[in-house]
């Protein structure tokens, strides 16, 4: 695997994070796109600010092979990213809407 792949992959987990958040906890929901994209953005953001504890695309291929539990790391980091965008999002909009109602 190449880093790239690696990037690939951690946001292809994102987007499995929060579409299955949608799924789950419907009232977070925003359909299939907007999870997707919030799935994009929120894995994204965890892996570029949290990753940076050692656990980054270049960092689980440092040695040459898959470091795998940096990997599965990485692959959790990412999926929670995922989680926590949607929910995030789906809080901020909810108080977008509801200050709209007073104008």
Do not use: E, W
Not at 15 to 44: D, E, P, Q, R, W
Not at 85 to 100: E, P, Q, Y
């Amino acid at each position: 695997m190449t880093d790239t792949l690696i990037s690939l992959l951690s946001i292809l987990i994102g987007i499995i994070g929060a579409n299955s958040t949608g799924l789950f906890f419907k009232k977070y929901s925003f359909g299939l796109i907007g999870n997707t994209i919030a799935g994009v953005f929120g894995s994204v953001f965890f892996i570029k600010s949290i990753g940076r504890l050692g656990f980054s695309p270049q960092d689980i291929m440092q040695t040459g092979s898959v470091d795998t539990y940096l990997f599965a790391l990485n692959s959790l980091v990412s999926f929670c990213g995922g989680l926590a965008a949607v929910i995030v999002l789906s809080k901020l909009a909810a108080k977008f809407n509801k200050s709209d109602k007073f104008n």
